[in-house]
C-alpha cells in the first residue's frame, strides 16, 4: 500500500547506544517530517526537510540528526541515547499544507 | 515556537451526546490549520485541512468551523458513538511545518 513506512516498529537500547530510525514515503512528497510523542505534549517536531536536499531543526533538536538520503527517504540518528529520549517517533510527509500530513505507524523506543 | 492550546484536555461523554472542543492559534499569519483523529495505537489520519476564515467542514456527524481573525478552530461532533473515542489534533501551519496542539482526548461511553 501505499504511504510512509517507518522502521523498526520497536526499539529497546541502553543508554549511550546509536540507532538510525527509517521513514520512506512512495507519494512523491516534498516535504518530511520527524515528530515525537511523549504523554501529555501531543506530537512535537524533531526535524524537518522541506524539499530534497535541506533539513532543518524542529521544536526539540538536540540529541538528533537527520539525512534526507533521496526524495523517498529521511532517516533519524540518535548518537548516544538516552532515557529522555525514550518517547514514540513518527515520520510524516506531505507535498502542500493544503492537504494533510500522511504519518506513518510509528516507532516505540525504550532507552534504559 | 508557537503556542497551540486545545481544550479541553479530556472529555468524557456518553452515547448520543453531542460535544465541541476548540483550538486556538496565533491570528496573524494565517495559512492552514489541519484537524486529526488518532485513535490508541494507530497513527493520526487527517479529518479536516481549513484554509479560509469562515469555514465549515463536514465528514458525516463530525464538523469544523475556523475563526482565523480571532485565532480558534472549533470541531463537532453529533450523536457521538463509542467508535468517536480518540484524540483529536489541530495543527497550525507556519514557515514550512505544522505545530501541534496537545489533543483532546473523548471517550464515549456505551
Sequence with gaps: ?112 | ILNVEQSPQSLHVQEGDSTNFTCSFPSSNFYALHWYRWETAKSPEALFVMTLNGDEKKKGRISATLNTKEGYSYLYIKGSQPEDSATYLCAFYNFNKFYFGSGTKLNVKP
Excluded at chain 1, 538510525?20 to 518530511?32: G, V
Aim: glycine residues 8%.
Design chain 1, 1 to 112: 500500500n501505499a504511504g510512509v513506512t517507518q522502521t523498526p516498529k520497536f526499539q529497546v537500547l541502553k543508554t549511550g547506544q546509536s540507532m538510525t530510525l527509517q521513514c520512506a514515503q512512495d507519494m512523491n512528497h516534498n516535504s518530511m517530517y520527524w515528530y515525537r510523542q511523549d504523554p501529555g505534549m501531543g506530537l512535537r517536531l524533531i526535524y524537518y526537510s522541506a524539499s530534497e536536499g535541506t533539513t532543518d531543526k524542529g521544536e526539540v533538536p538536540n540529541g538528533y540528526n537527520v539525512s534526507r538520503l533521496n526524495k523517498r527517504e529521511f532517516s533519524l540518528r540518535l548518537e548516544s541515547a538516552a532515557p529522555s529520549q525514550t518517547s514514540v517517533y513518527f515520520c510524516a510527509s506531505m507535498n502542500s499544507p493544503t492537504y494533510g500530513y500522511t504519518f506513518g505507524s510509528g516507532t516505540r523506543l525504550t532507552v534504559v
